[in-house]
């Protein structure tokens, strides 16, 4: 609310540039926070494929999250008014690959009720396929919103 009430002085005060500058600070802000988010459902998303992938099974709460993760990642990337999205593929390839290792490690603590550190838990899943199978969820998801929408 601060940069707003800046913004708003600049203006009133015929300082545009200043409050061009201010704008563009305000919108490096909100890209940030939906990239935030993103991540932030990247690591769930990837949290529950590396269980699945270790334990080579599957529950309906991880589907669950699995479905949830994909399409919350695809709302928050969207630019509703300009169109087009906050990460383009190769910049969601980019942030699964920040994203996997606190999500292994986050895994870890669940997978096999907790009994395997980080690194024996990467042993048993096979990381580039994860993020493979990540990334087509989200792209498929995008381009056909609606379809194969249905957890199994």
């Given at each position: 609310?601060?940069?707003?009430?800046?913004?708003?002085?600049?203006?009133?005060?015929?300082?545009?540039?200043?409050?061009?500058?201010?704008?563009?600070?305000?919108?490096?802000?909100?890209?940030?926070?939906?990239?935030?988010?993103?991540?932030?459902?990247?690591?769930?998303?990837?949290?529950?494929?590396?269980?699945?992938?270790?334990?080579?099974?599957?529950?309906?709460?991880?589907?669950?999250?699995?479905?949830?993760?994909?399409?919350?990642?695809?709302?928050?990337?969207?630019?509703?008014?300009?169109?087009?999205?906050?990460?383009?593929?190769?910049?969601?390839?980019?942030?699964?690959?920040?994203?996997?290792?606190?999500?292994?490690?986050?895994?870890?603590?669940e997978a096999f009720e907790g009994t395997l550190n980080v690194?024996?838990?990467?042993?048993?899943?096979?990381?580039s396929q994860i993020k493979k199978e990540?990334?087509?969820?989200?792209?498929?998801?995008?381009?056909?919103?609606?379809?194969?929408?249905?957890?199994?």
């Amino acid at each position: 609310m601060e940069e707003l009430f800046e913004l708003r002085t600049c203006i009133e005060e015929g300082r545009y540039t200043d409050a061009l500058v201010l704008l563009g600070e305000m919108e490096e802000m909100s890209r940030d926070d939906k990239i935030n988010k993103i991540e932030s459902f990247l690591e769930i998303l990837l949290l529950h494929l590396i269980k699945q992938h270790a334990e080579k099974r599957s529950t309906r709460s991880w589907e669950v999250s699995i479905f949830n993760s994909v399409c919350r990642i695809n709302k928050t990337n969207r630019r509703r008014k300009s169109g087009g999205y906050y990460l383009k593929p190769d910049e969601l390839e980019e942030a699964l690959e920040e994203s996997y290792l606190p999500a292994l490690k986050r895994a870890s603590l669940e997978a096999f009720e907790g009994t395997l550190n980080v690194r024996d838990l990467a042993r048993k899943a096979d990381e580039s396929q994860i993020k493979k199978e990540a990334l087509n969820l989200i792209l498929v998801a995008r381009e056909s919103p609606g379809k194969n929408t249905k957890i199994h």
